[in-house]
């Protein structure tokens, strides 16, 4: 990981974009963790992969980030330059719209269907976008809409580590039932991080989406995790209603989710923030499974 400072930033800024050497330069409150995300003026910000494994993101973005808005209604970020590698910093940067807009959560949603409603209709005009020549799915965005079954090791390792505290059996099952089917469609454009820290709300209402970085094309069914580990039992049927996927599709996207669940409660301190989350996203998954609540 490199330690991305705002000293740094603004000795990029300075000597590749002179023009903007007069605009302050602040950190972002929720910076995230594949970029480092700063503020420049009032209207810019600027992202700087955190780690070379997510370098390939800044160039992909700039090139289809212009193409999507076309489909896309709700605000995504504009690129408006791309920062080259230096001694100091090796990978390529760049600079883009700041959207205004909180980042989601339960408390600043008014209605979680029309929330859902909102959301699948962004993914389905994502989906309209031509993905001929699109970035395919691959190590460069962590398989998002590629095959699931990349993780079988990981995942089968995550839920014998966790059998204290799941159904082993129970969680195998929806597992294996996650990969029975592989997407045979035409390959379609996906986000690969529909979480609530890329969202942005406004008085109650999704208003903008963020972070593109692990787009790519392949199979829909990675981008709807948010299904279990944001919406509840009613949402999550509007979600996936509006969606109109089959249940393979469905099914193969609750093992995305349970995957990723599994790693963040196995990976991480069993109190650290990234453990909850994962914790409750297994605990949702397998409510629904066996259709409780």
Request: glycine share 8%; net charge negative.
């Amino acid at each position: 990981m490199f330690d991305i400072t705002v000293s740094m930033v603004r000795k990029l800024v300075d000597s590749q974009f002179p023009q903007w050497s007069a605009l302050p330069i602040k950190p972002v409150e929720k910076s995230g963790h594949d970029n480092r995300t700063f503020h420049l003026g009032d209207e810019m910000t600027i992202r700087l992969p955190s780690h070379e494994a997510y370098a390939a993101a800044v160039e992909k973005e700039a090139k289809w980030l212009p193409i999507l808005a076309g489909h896309i209604s709700l605000p995504i970020p504009t690129p408006l330059a791309l920062g080259k590698p230096t001694d100091y910093y090796p990978l390529f940067w760049s600079v883009n719209t700041w959207l205004e807009g909180d980042t989601v959560e339960r408390g600043n949603i008014r209605d979680l269907c029309e929330f859902a409603r909102d959301l699948a209709n962004f993914l389905k005009e994502l989906e309209t976008a031509p993905a001929l020549g699109g970035t395919p799915a691959g190590v460069q965005n962590f398989h998002r809409g590629g095959d699931l079954s990349v993780y079988d090791a990981q995942a089968r390792e995550s839920i014998k580590n966790a059998r204290d505290l799941w159904d082993e059996k129970l969680l195998t099952e929806i597992w294996e039932l996650a990969l029975e089917t592989k997407y045979t469609g035409e390959p379609k454009w996906v986000h690969g991080d529909v979480a609530v820290g890329n969202l942005l709300s406004r008085n109650g209402k999704l208003c903008g989406v963020i972070d593109f970085g692990t787009m790519g094309v392949g199979d829909p069914s990675s981008d709807l995790v948010i299904g279990w580990n944001f919406l509840d039992k009613k949402s999550r049927k509007v979600f996936f209603d509006a969606m109109g996927f089959d249940v393979s599709t469905i099914n193969r996207a609750r093992g995305w989710c349970l995957w990723k669940a599994l790693i963040s409660y196995d990976w991480n301190e069993k109190e650290s923030e990234l453990a909850i989350w994962g914790k409750n996203a297994v605990d949702e998954v397998l409510r629904e499974y066996k259709g409780e609540r």
